[in-house]
């Protein structure tokens, strides 16, 4: 975009030097191409008309502030052109679509420090930090706010600047962090040279940032304001961020140092990871979770009905498994329980598992990507193999290791109707699908599946069940008619989002919103229980807020309590002692659980990652059902999908990180690009 003439005489009358007239007309220009950084300003020759004016009462100042967190990409756009490498930037699913999606492509090798596509939030993300300093250095001048009113902006303020932090500390890495200053374009050129700090100390900023923040800010929102920040919100964060810096990627671990020990900041040499490891980080983890599985926080349960079915019996090895929720796993509908918490029919604010959450038209807009094509959807939003394979069955044994009552088989298919907690499974569904545990039912789309689309009133558009073999009505060859991409390649899409009223197509189609977590108890339950898996003596942490003291090691007792909440309810026993004993059993564990409760939440990309067990994963190949197929001709064996953007991933060590914008460091010549970039 050109500057106008007008901007660019206004720089040239303020600004005589001619390095900063420069600075400014990269400042304007970053501006309006939205590419600003650090030290760039907001709209400078629209805002310095009216900035004064914000601060003269209290409805713009919270108009200012309120449009300054709108600036904060959406973290609950985990589906789509997205602001994160999230769900197709992992191994949790794919799409033919590859050049809609920079998430996508980032795995083929298609991003790059000069195109990142709508992954580039550093921008933005600067913007929002700086207009947070601008709060928080004038606030002052607004004389109509009480006491109270100028607390919560000023700690709204500081969980914008924290929160933007977050985000940029989890796609990037290391910060720059540019502290409360509010950058002039008519400063020195030194005045914008600063280096990026450490991991860790950038850890501590953005904890610091969201514990001021957490000081200030409201514990409750009311019901109109839902999704706005709260205590427990910034509590929330900062759980999940001790826990990233325990983990091996950033604490010394094997995978420090495969990734990052080059990585060293030019201005003194010293490793931006740290290559020595730290086990007092996982007693902070277990702190920051247990601070807020002490608050009143509860996991979404519904109770049980009558066609809710009974848990499975002979489980012995659970002396907890048969007692009453929260106890144990009876009591409750373990498919509603899931299910309902996501796909619109529990609220959002009623939502005593939501930490931090927000109502999303992202989400409710893009269950389109799951739905058949001739229900109005574009239906291939693929997820692998291996996903479908980690869920139980419904006494918690592995596929490969089913009981008589429960069996797994790949050689027949069902002959009748059969519900529970209102699902139906139809004839014709291969064995394969059934007798898995309640979340499998509450997640996953496969051939075979009834898709009720409740709402709609046209004859042939609900009730209708959906099959992805090669001649289905919603696989390869019904697809072609539209796009020939139309179709879920592995044979698997997502349903977890999707209620049975919502319908895309016919008389009366509606959908129902959606709200999103950003962190919910359930991650809290199972980082905590990760932290104690993690520590082989006892450590004490103080907490100065609360003015708490925890002494933590590694209590199996503790671990389980944590962990086996989140089984039991998905219906599924707890672990058994071997896991419980062994820190290796456990994490294999909790890398399962972790991938089947959070399925296309956006914390895969990240665990992976912080593990050290990304190139591991991503090296496993993509593999689903066989839908170039028909149904009794092998369509339900296992094989490898042969698409391009399947056959191309290639997960390098540069992809440990995003790229820092190829602009950002050359504006900047002290600011150090990510490893491999």
């Not at 900035?51 to 609950?76: C, M």
């Not at 957490?214 to 964060?237: D, H, N």
């Not at 899931?338 to 029919?345: D, I, W």
């Amino acid at each position: 975009m050109m500057i106008s003439t007008k901007i660019k005489n206004y720089i040239k009358q303020n600004f005589k030097d001619k390095i900063n007239y420069t600075l400014a007309l990269i400042a304007a220009t970053g501006l309006l191409t939205s590419s600003c950084n650090f030290l760039n300003v907001e709209d400078y020759f629209e805002d310095t008309l009216s900035i004064d004016s914000v601060f003269q009462n209290k409805l713009h100042l919270e108009r200012y502030l309120w449009g300054t967190a709108a600036l904060l990409p959406d973290e609950s756009n985990v589906f789509a052109s997205g602001y994160y490498p999230a769900i197709l930037g992992s191994d949790e699913a794919f799409t033919m679509w590859e050049d809609s999606y920079a998430s996508q492509r980032f795995l083929i090798d298609r991003i790059n420090a000069d195109d990142l596509g709508s992954m580039n939030t550093w921008p933005r993300l600067y913007m929002v930090i700086r207009k947070a300093n601008t709060i928080m250095k004038r606030i002052d001048e607004c004389k109509d706010l009480s006491g109270q009113e100028k607390r919560e902006i000023v700690g709204y303020a500081h969980f914008l600047r924290g929160y933007a932090y977050y985000q940029l500390l989890l796609s990037y890495g290391p910060l720059l962090i540019a502290g409360d200053e509010v950058y002039d374009t008519s400063l020195p050129s030194e005045a914008y040279q600063k280096y990026r700090s450490t991991y860790d100390e950038s850890v501590e900023y953005v904890c610091n940032e969201l514990e001021t923040a957490a000081s200030y800010i409201p514990a409750i929102v009311p019901i109109p304001t839902f999704g706005r920040p709260t205590k427990a919100a910034a509590y929330g964060l900062i759980a999940r961020l001790r826990t990233y810096a325990a983990s091996p990627l950033f604490n010394g671990g094997q995978a420090a140092k495969i990734y990052f020990s080059d990585f060293l900041r030019q201005s003194d040499n010293v490793p931006y990871v740290s290559q020595v490891y730290d086990e007092k980080k996982w007693a902070k983890a277990a702190a920051a979770c247990k601070r807020v599985m002490d608050m009143d926080f509860q996991l979404h349960t519904i109770e049980a009905s009558g066609d809710s079915p009974n848990l499975p019996a002979g489980i012995t090895y659970d002396r907890n498994y048969y007692k009453q929720w929260p106890d144990g796993a009876a009591g409750i509908d373990h498919y509603r329980s899931y299910a309902e918490m996501f796909n619109g029919e529990s609220l959002g604010f009623k939502n005593k598992e939501y930490v931090f959450a927000k109502n999303s038209a992202e989400v409710k807009n893009l269950t389109k990507n799951s739905f058949p094509a001739q229900f109005g959807g574009w239906n291939g939003f693929g997820i692998p193999q291996k996903i479908i394979d980690a869920y139980k069955m419904a006494d918690g044994r592995d596929i490969n290791n089913s009981s008589a009552l429960y069996p797994y088989a790949e050689n027949s298919f069902s002959t009748k109707d059969s519900t529970f907690s209102g699902y139906l499974i139809k004839p014709n569904v291969s064995s394969m699908y059934l007798n898995r545990e309640a979340r499998f039912y509450a997640s996953i789309g496969f051939s075979g599946c009834l898709w009720p689309m409740n709402s709609t009133t046209e004859s042939g558009k609900f009730m209708q069940q959906v099959f992805y073999y090669v001649d289905g009505n919603s696989g390869k060859s019904s697809a072609i008619s539209v796009d020939a991409r139309n179709y879920p390649i592995t044979g698997y899409v997502t349903k977890k989002y999707i209620h049975p009223d919502d319908a895309w197509s016919g008389s009366n189609a509606t959908l129902l919103d959606k709200s999103f977590p950003i962190v919910r108890l359930a991650d809290i339950l199972l980082m905590y229980a990760e932290a104690l898996n993690n520590l082989t003596g006892s450590h004490q942490v103080e907490d100065p807020i609360t003015e708490t003291t925890y002494i933590f090691s590694r209590n199996t007792e503790e671990i389980a309590s944590a962990f086996n909440k989140v089984r039991y309810r998905s219906g599924l026993p707890g672990l058994t002692d071997e896991q419980l004993d062994n820190p290796r059993l456990f994490f294999d564990a909790l890398v399962t659980e972790r991938m089947v409760e959070f399925l296309h939440e956006g914390l895969r990309y990240y665990d992976t990652r912080r593990w050290g067990i990304v190139a591991e994963e991503e090296a496993k190949p993509i593999m689903g059902m066989d839908t170039e197929r028909t149904a009794r001709n092998g369509y339900f064996n296992r094989v490898i999908c042969n698409y391009p953007s399947v056959r191309n991933r290639s997960f390098k060590p540069k992809m440990i990180l995003l790229p820092i914008d190829r602009q950002e460091i050359m504006r900047v010549t002290t600011l150090d690009q990510n490893p491999g970039w």
